[in-house]
Every structure is written in structure tokens, then in C-alpha cells.
């Protein structure tokens, strides 16, 4: 992961995560599991929360995915209130409910930057993402 500061300086850090080692890591299934959705939820905030510190509140996360998130999530460009929504339909859809995100992809590879990237933003105070596919 590399930041650019406001002041133009670089922070690198490796995550020690990612999709691969989220899948098959916690997630083990199409579509993973409510009880896999939360062993990831740990798994990424112990990665996540010693950065806190380190990694300054900032308005926008460019994030260049191998996964065409653009395409399935309507935007280039969302809120972290539109990633917490998506979230949300996709986390009740793993509790039961089919219809819930119904228009969301049912991977785990999916899953994965989802959850990634809502705690990311969530953890280190993002207010927007912009994808670059």
C-alpha cells in the first residue's frame, strides 16, 4: 500500500493481506458465510488499526483493482455512506436475506475488496473512493 501525504510525502506499508490471502483465508465460500464475514471483519482490523496512528484522516482512496468494482458498483466514485450502504445489503444478504443484494456479486474475491475497502475507509477516516479499474 503507498499513500501520498498532502505534503507530498510517500508512506509504503504491506498489508499482509488482500484478496488472495482473504480467499481462501476466512472466506471459503460463494457467497462467503455470515460467520466467515466476521473472522474477516477481525482479520483486516488487525491489520488496519496499527495504521490509524500513521495514516492521517484524508478525503479520497484511488484504489486500482483487479476486479472491475467501477462496473459493479454504478460508479467511479462513491461515499464512504454508499460503500457502508453496499455493505450493508451484502452483509444482510450472507445473513439470509436473498434479495437484499441482488445486484451485487456473490464471490468471495468480491467480498473481499468489498470488505477491504469499506474497513479501510471506515478505520482510516476516508470520506470517498475513487476507482480505477
Do not use: Y
Not at 47 to 63: C, D, F, I, Q, R
Not at 103 to 115: H, I, Q, S, V
Amino acid at each position: 500500500m503507498q499513500l501520498t501525504r498532502a505534503d507530498g510525502t510517500r508512506f509504503t506499508r504491506d498489508l499482509g493481506f488482500g484478496l488472495e490471502a482473504m480467499t481462501p483465508g476466512p472466506f471459503r465460500r460463494d457467497p462467503p458465510s455470515a460467520l466467515e464475514l466476521e473472522q474477516a471483519i477481525m482479520v483486516v482490523e488487525d491489520v488496519l488499526m496499527p495504521l490509524a496512528a500513521e495514516v492521517p484522516p484524508h478525503e479520497v482512496v484511488t484504489l486500482q483493482a483487479q476486479l472491475p468494482l467501477a462496473e459493479v458498483l454504478g460508479s467511479r466514485e462513491l461515499s464512504r455512506e454508499s460503500l457502508e450502504q453496499l455493505f450493508g445489503q451484502f452483509a444482510a444478504m450472507v445473513e439470509g436475506d436473498p434479495l437484499a443484494a441482488a445486484n451485487l456479486p456473490k464471490t468471495r474475491r468480491f467480498a473481499a475488496a468489498l470488505l477491504i475497502l469499506r474497513e479501510w475507509m471506515h478505520h482510516l477516516s476516508a470520506e470517498r473512493v475513487e476507482l480505477a479499474d
